[in-house]
Every structure is written in C-alpha cells, then in structure tokens.
C-alpha cells in the first residue's frame, strides 16, 4: 500500500469536506477515509493522524472545519461557513435565468457553476434552469465576448464600432443600414428588463442612444478617444421609459392611488407625489419625452391622466384615436 503525496491528499479533503458537508450533513473519519480511497483509488494507505494534520492544516489556513461528537463519543467534521449564504446563490441564480440575453446553453453552465459554489446538498435544493426556462433566449453565441470588448471601450473611453439589426417577420436577423458600421461613443452598459443596452452617443449626434446588446454584431473596440459627457447615468436611467431615448421634460399626471406603487416603482421615492381626494392621486415628476414614454401611459388605460404638457395630452389623445380606428 502506498501513500497518496500530503499535498494532493490535503486538496482532496478540502474538496470533499466542502462539497458534502454543510450545516446539515457530516462525515465521520471513517466515511472521509473512504471517500478519500475512491478519489484516489485502490493501492492508498490513509492513516488518521495524517488526515488529522491535514484538517489542523487546514483550519490554520481559514477553512473552518467544525467537529461534533455523537453517540458513544464519535467524531464527525463538516465545513459550514460557505462562501455565499444560500438565499444569495438564489439570487444570483434567479439573475441569470432571468436574463434574456444569455444563451440556454451558458444560462446552464453558469448556473452548474453557481450551484459548484456550495455543498451537493445544498445545491439540489437551488433553481433547476429546466424549470425556469423564458420564452425568449439570446442565439448570438458571441454575445459573451462583445459584452467584454464593450465594456474594456468603457473603460478606456475608446470608441466601438458595430453592425445593429433585428429579426423581421421570418425570424430572420436582419442588419440595419445595409450592414453598415455604427460608430459609437460608449458611455454605460447597463441591465435593465432582462436585457442588456448600451448607452452612448453615435457619431455626428449630441443625444444619448439605447442600444439593445443582443441586436449588435461584429462589435469591435477602436483607438480613437472620446470625452465621456457629464451625466448622472443612474438618474438619466430612471427617467427613461422603457430604454427609449428622448428629450427631458416635466409631466403632470393625474393617477388612481391603486397606481401608488407602480408610480414609485418608476419615479423613485423622491418624486412630487401627493392625494387629490380617496381615488386619485397628484404626481409631478421629469421624464424623457419618448415613445415609451407614451405607450408605458396608455398601458394603465382610464387609470391614469396626463395633465401637462399640453403637447404630450394631444400626442396621447392622437394615439387614443388612432387605436379606435384600428378596432372600427
């Protein structure tokens, strides 16, 4: 019978005490012996006080492994202070199943890697992606590294170039402008409705652009400088509707206070809110004047009322009839 090296043998039972122990499950000696000899295989010697030394050695290295005692005085270890608490791993898993614009493929990868984060145990009991599959994934497979080659351009306020398109009737992806290139100035990538956009503003423009990151193709990260602009992106973000681009303005609306949380949900605890009587609420607030801006309204029906500007009541009243001839 041979000895396994002390070091392989040391990486092994942190392995194992990490990936089959928990608050819950334990090992005892005998049981990480064996565990030990089918890792390793037949033809290994594992002597307890060396395996002893090896989980001293590793609680002086900050793997914590705790030791309990249970009928007729037997020992069993186990490995509880997990990296990432249950609920976080959750999280992050329930991020990742949401996000539309990572492939089925990675979405299962990445989850297999999360739920690797903790023990065999405690990993069943996370998300299965089989069960949570959305109805719309990304198919751009290169999607992973253009996301890296934008954000390095953020980074380094350098220009990118891409192509941008969309799928038609067919299902067919079709690139805009005949596949013409897109220069842009890159100021944030950020997350929002399950999608990731660009923000940044194209050659020739001074306003900032959406642009949907699973639509761009080919994007490449050039070497011409940019000044970033002087924007809070958090605060320009909540005033955009839907990741429509527009004009700043003020608006006026009249709302049910059934709508108070939705109101807040978009506007933020800081928006001028107040009662009108015991069915209606007052809320003044800024918002990019755009055509999200006017579908998100005419989503809450009777609901709510726009009351200033007057040019974003008759936009809106404009768009009511129009829907009223498409049902005549």
């Known amino acids: 019978?041979?000895?396994?090296?002390?070091?392989?043998?040391?990486?092994?039972?942190?392995?194992?005490?990490?990936?089959?122990t928990d608050e819950t499950n334990e090992l005892s000696m005998g049981e990480i012996i064996e565990r030990l000899r089918q890792e390793f295989g037949p033809g290994f010697e594992f002597e307890q006080r060396a395996i002893l030394r090896d989980i001293e050695d590793l609680t002086n290295?900050?793997?914590?492994?705790?030791?309990?005692?249970?009928?007729a005085g037997k020992k069993y270890y186990s490995h509880k202070n997990k990296r990432f608490e249950q609920y976080e791993l959750r999280l992050l898993i329930n991020a990742i199943l949401s996000a539309r614009f990572i492939t089925k493929k990675e979405?299962?990868?990445?989850?297999?890697?999360?739920?690797?984060?903790?023990?065999?145990?405690?990993?069943a009991k996370l998300p299965n992606p089989t069960h949570y599959e959305s109805s719309i994934r990304s198919t751009y497979q290169q999607l992973r590294y253009e996301i890296d080659q934008i954000q390095i351009a953020i980074n380094e306020s350098l220009k990118i170039k891409f192509q941008y398109g969309k799928f038609d009737i067919d299902k067919n992806f079709v690139l805009q402008r005949?596949?013409?290139?897109?220069?842009?100035?890159?100021?944030?990538?950020?997350?929002?409705?399950?999608?990731?956009?660009?923000?940044?503003?194209?050659?020739?423009?001074?306003?900032?652009?959406?642009?949907?990151?699973?639509?761009?193709?080919?994007?490449?990260?050039?070497?011409?400088?940019?000044?970033?602009?002087?924007?809070?992106?958090?605060?320009?973000?909540?005033?955009?509707?839907?990741?429509?681009?527009?004009?700043?303005q003020w608006i006026t609306l009249k709302f049910k206070q059934s709508l108070v949380n939705v109101m807040i949900d978009?506007?933020?605890?800081?928006?001028?809110?107040?009662?009108?009587?015991?069915?209606f609420g007052w809320l003044r607030v800024k918002a990019n004047r755009s055509e999200g801006l006017v579908r998100w309204l005419l989503n809450w029906g009777s609901d709510v009322k726009v009351l200033e500007p007057r040019d974003l009541v008759e936009e809106i009243k404009a768009e009511i009839q129009k829907m009223n001839q498409t049902y005549e």
């Not at 900032?208 to 958090?234: G, L, P, Y």
Request: charged letters at 30%; proline letters at 2%; a neutral charge.
């Open 178 to 248: 005949n596949g013409e290139f897109y220069e842009v100035s890159p100021h944030a990538l950020i997350w929002k409705n399950d999608y990731y956009y660009l923000i940044g503003i194209l050659n020739g423009e001074e306003k900032f652009r959406h642009f949907r990151v699973d639509r761009m193709r080919n994007v490449q990260c050039t070497e011409d400088f940019f000044f970033k602009a002087d924007i809070n992106i958090s605060d320009y973000i909540n005033k955009s509707f839907n990741m429509y681009a527009g004009k700043e």
């Open 1 to 20: 019978m041979t000895k396994p090296p002390s070091g392989e043998r040391l990486l092994k039972l942190r392995e194992i005490l990490f990936n089959e």
């Open 61 to 71: 290295q900050r793997f914590e492994i705790f030791v309990t005692r249970g009928a």
């Open 266 to 279: 978009y506007f933020g605890l800081g928006a001028d809110m107040k009662k009108i009587d015991e069915a």
């Open 107 to 123: 979405a299962e990868q990445l989850i297999e890697k999360v739920k690797g984060l903790t023990s065999k145990h405690l990993a």
